[in-house]
């Protein structure tokens, strides 16, 4: 079964902790893909203001790019198809907390067993 990449974006403020409710949301709805088996992981990122930026002329402080969204988190699931991953993503709560999800078929890739 095809792997999807499900990127969360949150609206960019590096300033506020983090909502304990919807952080709470966040950890709802990973225990239900993770117990519906359709979850192969799930990773939550640090602020971007705590990010290395690398790139050949040397390494920054902050995110890689400037931008009104930052990456906020990824996880990885398997379903039938495009359809069926964007529908699981639809329910992340990023979508009704003023982010959003990006769905990406992973091409290829390995998983340590």
Known sequence: ???YAILIFDPANDTEPADTQAAAA???HADDLASSGRM???FALRPGAQARAVRRD???DG???ETKEVVAGIYVLE????????EIARHNPAVQQGGG????EVEDGTLPG
């Open 26 to 28: 966040h950890d709802r």
């Open 40 to 42: 192969l992981a799930a």
């Open 101 to 104: 999800v990006e769905v990406r």
């Open 63 to 65: 995110p890689f790019l």
């Open 1 to 3: 079964m095809p792997h």
């Open 79 to 86: 379903a039938p198809d495009l359809d069926a991953a964007v």
């Open 58 to 60: 040397g390494v920054t």
